[in-house]
């Protein structure tokens, strides 16, 4: 899972927790054994959420950016 949003007018009514259940009850009948997501430090929020329904792992993340071509 890239990203995951909840508009904040919907959030804290479980939206995401049910969401990120769902994915993982599919993703176990698909015969993945894990599901991942990214989360900014700074979004505390978020953080505690995915804290409560996973671990936490240190990981390097890597941006390339990409120049545009002018053809």
């Known amino acids: 899972m890239y990203d995951l949003a909840v508009d904040s007018q919907h959030r804290r009514k ?40 996973g671990i936490r792992k240190e990981v390097f993340h890597y941006d390339f950016e990409v120049e545009k071509r002018t053809e």
Not at 26 to 53: C, H, M, N, R
């Open 14 to 53: 479980k939206i995401a927790t049910n969401l990120i259940r769902f994915l993982k009850d599919e993703a176990a009948g698909l015969g993945a054994w894990v599901v991942f997501v990214q989360a900014d430090p700074i979004d505390t929020a978020v953080v505690k959420l995915y804290e409560s329904l």
